[in-house]
């Protein structure tokens, strides 16, 4: 579960899963537009029965069924995923993103597919028929439990999955495309791209209103440059967009990506940051321990130099991955920062979440670090003023961003 941004402030992009009940028509008529796409699939009537509410959003209901009637064999159990209808047209249509994604992932072969396998899907049901992962724990589960070996494997075992994720689908941009269209979207794009762009602009007003930070024009500079990201590059890939730890199951097989309402094709720098800058779209974005964003980015980087060998090059890679942590430090500020009339807050009041000052204040000394090691001066000095006025602004609660539960 993402950040859904709204005229620059966050809100959660789900409420994560529904908190609410389901009504017994909701539930009804998602079991119906499964049945109606299997039987079709298969030629022949299939009967379901819902088994659990898995939760879903505001946009769509996910529910666990039980197959009760079938002349074929089927699994036991399958995940459907019923989409409302979709009303903005100002935003891409979550259901063409993921029934594509879906498809892409499931031509692939098994060992390959880092997701759940597509059973069935109906364009004009706004249906998708999945294979049921059973009941594995979430990474966020292992980042907010007891465990810290566990936590630390998982962890591991989610930037492979990544690195696999993007190897397997390199190239493939052309199939994406393709599957969008025969879905009726004629275009698809980066869900991140529009604000991302808008952050870059608008920042700087909003870090000298709010926390009294001066303008860097080197440092704007460069992260006005960032946005070469969101363009055409060499090192293209799929990305779920939305790789929180709850959209990712730990299984007996390896970590198994879900949710790809967002999904696209963008530079894998992107999603790379995310091990520099723990998740930092999501509510649950708590510090790592010494030494485990090298390890994750180890881990990652083993799977995707197989197909771009450049990229064990440091000379190559840490560049771009400072451009990417720029861009999401410099938008994740825009979405979370309070305003100055606002009082701070936790990322996320209803699930376990850090407070914006604190997660905010530790992604502006990380680059300050790490543009030092770049060699990038004027934006470390950037970095370490806007940390340092968060601190100032919000006091002893921004000195320090907790780490995930599983590590204290």
């Known amino acids: 579960m993402s950040v859904d941004i709204t005229t ?19 539930t009804a ?3 119906a537009a499964a049945e109606s796409v299997l039987s079709r699939r298969f030629g022949a009537p299939v009967r379901l029965d819902a088994d659990e509410d898995l939760g879903g959003s505001d946009r769509s209901v996910v529910l666990r069924v039980r197959v009760a009637e079938t002349p074929f064999s089927l699994p036991r159990t399958m995940v459907v995923k019923h989409y409302h209808d979709h009303v903005d047209g100002s935003r891409p249509d979550p259901f063409a993103h993921e029934a594509a994604s879906s498809q892409l992932f499931t031509a692939l072969t098994a060992p390959e597919r880092v997701s759940p396998e ?15 992962l ?11 439990g007891e465990d810290p070996r566990a936590a630390e494997s998982s962890l591991l075992a989610w930037a492979r999955a990544l690195g696999r994720l993007h190897a397997t689908t390199a190239g493939r941009e ?3 495309d393709a599957l969008m269209r025969r879905l009726g979207e004629r275009s698809w794009r980066d869900p991140i791209a529009g604000e991302a762009r808008v952050a870059l602009t608008e920042l700087p007003e909003l870090l000298a209103d709010a926390l009294g930070v001066q303008g860097n024009p080197d440092a704007e500079k460069y992260a006005a440059g960032t946005a070469h990201l969101l363009e055409g590059t060499r090192y293209r890939a799929f990305s779920p967009s939305d790789v929180c730890p709850d959209n990712n199951l730990v299984t007996s097989r390896g970590v198994r990506f879900l949710d790809f309402e967002w999904g696209c094709m963008r530079d894998i720098a992107l999603d790379a940051a995310y091990l520099r800058v723990p998740f930092p779209s999501c509510w649950c974005s708590f510090s790592l321990p010494p030494g485990m964003t090298e390890a994750m980015l180890a881990a990652w980087r083993a799977e995707v130099s197989v197909v771009w060998p450049d990229l064990d090059d440091d000379a190559v890679l840490l560049p771009r991955l400072l451009d990417a942590q720029v861009l999401w430090v410099w938008l994740s500020t825009w979405w979370l920062l ?21 997660a905010l204040a530790d992604r502006w000394r990380r680059l300050h670090t790490d543009a030092v090691a770049c060699g990038r001066i004027a934006v470390a000095e950037h970095a370490r003023s806007v940390a340092e006025a968060i601190v100032s602004r919000f006091g002893a609660v921004a000195e320090r961003l907790p780490l995930y539960p599983a590590f204290r």
Do not use: C, W, Y
């Open 338 to 358: 309070p305003r100055i009339t606002e009082q701070d807050g936790p990322i996320d009041a209803n699930m376990v979440s850090p407070r914006r000052s604190a």
């Open 8 to 26: 620059g402030l966050a809100a959660p992009h789900d409420t994560g899963p529904h908190n609410g009940v389901r009504s017994d028509t909701e």
């Open 118 to 132: 597509l059973m069935a899907h109906g364009v004009a049901e706004r249906v998708l028929v999945m294979e049921d």
């Open 29 to 31: 008529t998602t079991v």
């Open 174 to 176: 052309a199939d994406f």
């Open 134 to 144: 059973g009941r594995a724990p979430t990474l966020a589960d292992k980042l907010l």
